[in-house]
């Protein structure tokens, strides 16, 4: 039961980590210069937040072992 927390929690740090990628290099099609890359502010949180799931999911599949 455990091994399928830790691959959900590698998968999810994964998917995270796309739409990070996504989040950062996001440019709108639009005329305006101002708004260059509106969801940037959200590509570190998200990193940051997938990069946590990978270190939990690691712990606990080597206190599992």
Same mark, same amino acid.
């Given at each position: ?5 830790? =691959? ?8 995270? *980590? =796309?739409?990070?990628?996504?989040? @950062?290099? *996001?440019? #709108?099609?639009?005329?305006? #210069?101002? =708004?260059?890359? #509106? @969801?940037?502010? @959200?590509? =570190? #949180? ?14 606990? *599949?080597?206190?599992?072992?």
């Amino acid at each position: 039961m455990k091994f399928k927390t830790e =691959i959900f929690m590698l998968l999810l740090a994964i998917l995270l *980590y =796309i739409v990070s990628a996504f989040c @950062y290099f *996001y440019e #709108p099609q639009d005329l305006l #210069p101002v =708004i260059n890359y #509106p @969801y940037r502010d @959200y590509a =570190i #949180p998200l990193a940051v937040a997938a990069s946590a799931l990978l270190v939990i999911a690691a712990i606990l *599949y080597s206190k599992r072992r």
